[in-house]
């Protein structure tokens, strides 16, 4: 996903150069992710500069070194943490006039965040549903099959793309599960 993400920033972005991305160190998924994030980087020409941000007191201080980072957009790890401090971190980024891509979509750009992609929520919800009917029927849970997620959703603010000045491409509105005006 993060190399998704980052090519949606490129086509949202051409210019962009520059990407702090905001990370929680106390995820254990955050290796993996770290990783994942820095090769998806080097494919698309991006450098990185990453925030840790482990407690919501965190957000403010990692915030305040963007003008330092020299960042052209804020990213965002899936995070639970992050997730629930993503209005503080839209309002934070705007402030310094950066767009925020954040993981869990439409959460992200409803809060004012220019993008977000992640997986879709409803539709893993209606997976899950399928787990605990084969569990209730007699199925042992260690018995069913890892899944990752299937479908994924684009969630584009064009309010935040005006209020920042960009235009957004024609071709990214058409892959965009949900616009807000």
Do not use: C
């Not at 998704?4 to 991305?21: D, G, N, Q």
């Not at 993981?103 to 605990?132: H, K, Q």
């Amino acid at each position: 996903m993060s190399s998704t993400r980052l090519e949606l920033l490129k086509e949202a972005l051409p210019s962009a150069t520059r990407v702090a991305v905001l990370a929680n160190p106390a995820n254990p998924m955050l290796a993996p992710r770290w990783r994942a994030t820095e090769r998806a980087a080097q494919a698309v020409g991006v450098q990185l500069h990453r925030l840790d941000v482990r407690t919501p007191d965190e957000v403010d201080t990692a915030l305040t070194t963007l003008s330092s980072a020299h960042a052209d957009a804020v990213l965002t790890l899936q995070d639970p943490t992050l997730n629930r401090q993503r209005r503080q971190i839209v309002a934070l980024a705007t402030q310094h006039r950066l767009p925020v891509i954040g993981a869990e979509a439409p959460d992200w750009a409803e809060a004012g965040g220019l993008l977000a992609y992640g997986p879709s929520l409803p539709d893993l919800s209606r997976r899950a549903a399928v787990y605990v009917d084969k569990s209730l029927k007699g199925t042992k849970p260690g018995e069913l099959p890892r899944e990752r997620p299937i479908k994924f959703e684009l969630g584009l603010n064009l309010k935040t793309a005006q209020a920042l000045g960009l235009t957004i491409a024609p071709s990214l509105l058409v892959q965009a599960d949900r616009v807000i005006q």
